[in-house]
C-alpha cells in the first residue's frame, strides 16, 4: 500500500535521495520495484505492485513531477472534463501526492523498455472498479477504488476541481504493460 492519509510514505530509497518532489504536500510512493496500480478515490491509499512484469523502472533517467497536462498529448483525452497528470510517453507512475483531499502531483519514471499503446480508462469516483479477483484486498476500506489490471500499469490520475465535487483521484489511465 501507498498511504497518504498518516503522512508521508516515500517508500523509494531512490526517490527519498532525490529530495522533496512536491515540498508542503503528503506523498506516497512505491517501494523500489514496484508501480503503483491502483488508488482510492478518498482517504488517500494506493496500491503497489510487481505483478506480472517486475521491476519496470529503467535503471537511469530520473523521475518526473507532473503537476499538469502538459504530457498529455492532442487528441488525447482520457478523462473529458477532468484534470489529467500523465506521466510523459515511456513512463510510469510510482507514486503521488495530495493536499487535502485534492490530488497535488503524480510522479512518473521512465520504463526499462518501450511502454506506450493503448490505454483504458478505470473510472472509480462512483464505484469500484477493480479486476475481478485482482490482487491488494481492499487496498481502501470505505472507499470508492480503481486498479489497473496485472497485466497493465498505470500512466496517469484524472480528478476533478468542480464546486461541490470530491477533489480525490477519480480515474487512473491504465495501459498494457508490453
Known amino acids: 500500500m501507498a498511504p497518504v492519509d498518516p503522512g508521508d510514505a516515500v517508500e523509494s530509497v531512490r526517490v527519498r535521495a532525490a529530495g522533496d518532489f512536491d515540498a508542503g504536500a503528503r506523498k506516497a510512493v512505491c517501494p523500489d520495484g514496484l508501480r503503483l496500480v491502483g488508488l482510492g478515490h478518498t482517504g488517500g491509499r494506493g496500491l503497489c505492485t510487481d505483478s506480472t512484469a517486475g521491476d519496470l523502472r529503467a535503471g537511469t533517467g530520473g523521475q518526473t513531477v507532473v503537476t499538469d497536462e502538459r504530457y498529455v498529448p492532442a487528441g488525447g483525452d482520457w ?4 484534470t489529467k497528470l500523465q506521466c510523459p510517453e515511456g513512463g510510469f507512475l510510482i507514486g503521488y501526492s ?7 502531483a503524480a510522479l512518473c519514471v521512465p520504463g526499462r523498455s518501450a511502454l506506450g499503446g493503448v490505454g483504458r480508462t478505470v473510472w472509480f469516483d462512483g464505484s469500484d472498479n477493480r479486476p475481478v479477483g485482482s490482487e491488494g484486498g481492499d487496498f481502501a476500506s470505505g472507499a470508492y477504488k480503481g486498479q489497473c489490471a496485472a497485466d497493465e500499469y498505470a500512466a496517469g490520475i484524472a480528478f ?8 480525490g483521484s477519480a480515474a487512473l489511465l491504465c495501459r498494457r504493460l508490453p
Do not use: Q
Open 79 to 82: 478523462a473529458s472534463g477532468y
Open 98 to 104: 495530495a493536499r487535502g483531499e485534492r490530488v497535488s
Open 160 to 167: 476533478t476541481t468542480r464546486l461541490a465535487a470530491r477533489p
